[in-house]
């Protein structure tokens, strides 16, 4: 993962570097549009790659994503960190969903800790599949793009 962070980095230097403030404002505003799907998109293909690990922590960060847009858009109070067990259960006491989503939610959030912390033997590629498939239906089921 540190080398494409890296091949990143060195790609904005490289758009940047160049003097030119036009490329580097449609990067930027590109960035600001990008839907959450886009997390779900690359985990999508880190699955293919075989790298499932990894498209456990962009499905969570998906979810995460997911989440605050939910809170901002039922303008849910969140404190200055928001932890996704903190928006899972107050968006689920206001109703947004039921009881058994925000179980489901939780066990997903679970798994992606498990990713985040390098606990691999806990993180098969099935679950991630199943996880994928979740978030994304999710993503649709609760979101208005």
């Known amino acids: 993962m540190w080398i494409e962070i890296t091949l990143g980095v060195a790609a904005l230097k490289s758009v940047w570097g160049f ?8 990067t930027g505003t590109m960035a600001s549009t990008l839907p959450d799907g886009d997390y779900l998109a690359d985990a999508e ?3 293919h790659m075989g790298r499932h690990q990894s498209a456990a922590i962009l499905a969570g960060d998906a979810l995460e994503a997911t989440l605050q847009r939910l809170c901002k858009e039922y303008r849910v ?8 067990d903190g928006m899972n259960a107050r968006l689920a006491q206001m109703g947004v969903y039921d009881s058994q989503v925000e179980q489901r939610l939780s066990e997903l959030q679970s798994l992606w800790e498990k990713a985040n912390c390098g606990l691999w033997s806990e993180v ?3 679950d991630v599949e199943t996880m994928l498939g979740e978030v994304r239906a999710f993503v649709s089921r609760h979101v208005a793009y």
């Open 19 to 26: 003097g030119s403030t036009v490329a580097a404002d449609e």
């Open 45 to 47: 293909s880190y699955i």
């Open 77 to 84: 109070a969140l404190p200055s960190k928001p932890t996704v």
């Open 124 to 126: 098969s590629k099935a």
